[in-house]
């Protein structure tokens, strides 16, 4: 019973309290409000509360968070910036062709850097897929485009050297591809480059710094990317096995930054440029200017024909010397006078002549040179081998194929190359004989008189240049080896020929007929005797 008391209380007073609220809500609108300032005062709103105004512009969205760089593109972009960066900044100094091939060298390494953020976002594709050939279409372009700059350039341009040197070893950017070791790939390119390259570091050692900067910046450029390699990817480029395919990570990259540019430019709200110069002064004129008074008679040759038609007068001005004055009475005299040189005599007619040229020095015969003492050393990846004169036994050289050889002033010697090099280099050595397994590139012979050369194995090329008298015997398995000769004389060569493999000597032509055709054109060809 008391419970529903309760119960019964509380719903009256509930029912009391909304009488009340709503007794209220009556008298509040029934009653005048008073009158702020004569105006109306604005009714409290009886309905909801209206939406909060919306912002016209919408909310800027989230800045997306940098995607962090694999390390193994961090190291790389640190070879570029260093290695790469260097060579190109010294081939523009060069100016020409050379900035033109660095420039495409450069966007070369730039579109590698994008290939290597690739693999680390993707899986490895077939090799043969399309895919995998348009990844590599840039690097084939960039080869192709260092290469023509090299084929537009004369052959007897003073720059054709440095573009060989970068043109036979562009190819080092096939080292993505190469698996395993390519760092054994990007050696044997280090060594094609030495080849052009030590031409440039022989003509330009003692003319111009700046050249020799360069090539060693190129050797340098190919060092360092030995290091990265050998650090990074010692066993080739792993590619990512838990990737995405190479599709979606090619539009991932292109979605995200560009890498940095290593141009330095302009930055923005920097001070404007200096104002440009003023209109230059007037031209100076002279012909107001004051003459110079022409010379007095006193001097000059007039005076001393004047001087000598006087006859005996001429003796009446000068005065008598005493013995005191007499240098070769007086030692004294002799100790503290000084001759005049030649040109401050103002009395002799001779003063008035330029003085002649002394005569060039002529060089001194091989004869009567002083005898340096023979070297041998093997400098970094090129072994220099001088001074060599009349040795009883071979000098032997074990060489490999990152290997160049530079033989010069060596006489009377016989060199043996054990290995397969990649270029010799051979200057003023008459009466040489050389014997070669295996090379890579070629044999360059310059003023080498009496030349005797043996090939083992295979040898793509051989260039002489001023050689009078040469043996070359070429083995089986080179054949197919090219010679170039100019200003040579008495060149044969002895190739193997019939079953019991005779050696058969064949000599170069020495003679050029040259007539101009019914048509204009002026031919040439070689002269043959018969008999």
């Known amino acids: 019973m008391a419970t529903n008391n309760m119960h019964n209380l509380t719903t009256l007073i509930k029912r009391l309290e909304a009488a009340t609220s709503r007794l209220e809500d009556i008298a509040t609108s029934t009653i005048d409000l008073p009158r702020l300032n004569g ?5 409290a709103p009886t309905g909801p509360l209206p939406a909060p105004p919306v912002s016209a512009q919408p909310p800027a969205p989230p800045k997306p968070v940098p995607e962090e760089v694999p390390e193994s593109v961090e190291e790389f972009d640190a070879f570029i910036d260093a290695s790469v960066k260097k060579y190109v900044t010294l081939s523009n100094d060069l100016g020409g062709s050379v900035a033109e091939q660095a420039s495409s060298v450069l966007r070369a390494f730039i579109g590698q850097r994008k290939f290597i953020l690739l693999t680390t976002k993707a899986k490895k594709p077939d090799l043969n897929s399309p895919a995998f050939m348009q990844l590599l279409k840039p690097l084939q372009e960039a080869i192709t485009s260092v290469v023509d700059i090299r084929e537009k350039e004369p052959r007897n341009s003073p720059i054709f050297n440095h573009l060989s040197a970068v043109s036979e070893s562009i190819t080092v950017l096939a080292w993505v591809t190469v698996d395993p070791k390519p760092n054994k790939h990007v050696e044997e390119c280090l060594g094609s480059s030495q080849f052009y390259g030590n031409r440039v570091l022989k003509e330009y050692k003692e003319k111009d710094a700046k050249h020799v900067a360069w090539i060693q910046s190129y050797y340098q450029l190919f ?8 650090n990074t990817f010692p066993q080739g480029i792993p590619w990512n096995p838990k990737g995405v395919s190479v599709d979606e990570a090619v539009k991932s990259i292109q979605s995200s930054p560009p890498p940095v540019v290593l141009q330095p430019k302009a930055a923005a709200g920097g001070p404007p440029p200096p104002p440009p110069p003023g209109p230059p002064p007037p031209p100076m004129k002279f012909d107001d200017a004051p003459k110079a008074a022409p010379a007095a ?19 009446k001005g000068l005065r008598k010397v005493n013995a005191d004055q007499m ?7 002799r100790a503290g006078a000084t001759v005049p040189t030649r040109s401050d005599s103002q009395s002799s007619v001779n003063s008035l002549r330029a003085k002649s040229p002394a005569p060039g020095k002529k060089p001194k015969p091989e004869s009567m040179r002083t005898k340096k003492p023979p070297v041998k050393k093997l400098d970094g990846n090129k072994w220099i081998i001088e001074n060599y004169d009349n040795e009883s036994q071979p000098i032997e050289i074990e060489a490999s194929i990152s290997h160049s050889i530079l033989i010069s002033r ?6 043996m190359v054990k290995g397969k090099a990649n270029a010799i280099s051979i200057d003023n050595s008459p009466r040489l004989s050389l014997i070669v397994e295996s090379l890579v590139s070629s044999i360059d012979v310059i003023k080498a ?9 295979t040898l793509p090329t051989i260039l002489m240049d001023q050689v009078d008298g040469a043996q070359v015997y070429l083995g089986k398995d080179s054949m197919n080896t090219e010679v170039f000769s100019s200003k040579c004389s008495g060149i044969n060569l002895n190739i193997i020929e019939g079953e019991d493999e005779d050696y058969k000597e ?4 020495e003679q050029i007929r040259t007539y101009i055709g019914k048509d204009g054109k002026v031919a040439s060809e070689i002269v043959e005797h018969a008999g």
């Open 297 to 315: 008679d006193s001097g000059g040759l007039g005076a001393v024909f004047n001087e000598l038609n006087k006859g005996e007068a001429v003796t």
């Open 410 to 415: 060596c006489s009377k010697t016989t060199i």
């Open 39 to 43: 105006a109306a005062p604005t009714p």
């Open 506 to 509: 064949i000599a170069l032509p």
């Open 327 to 333: 240098t070769h009475k007086n030692p004294s005299l």
């Open 449 to 457: 008189s009496n030349f005797a050369l043996q090939v083992l194995g």
């Open 223 to 230: 060092k360092d990317l030995m290091e990265y390699i050998r």
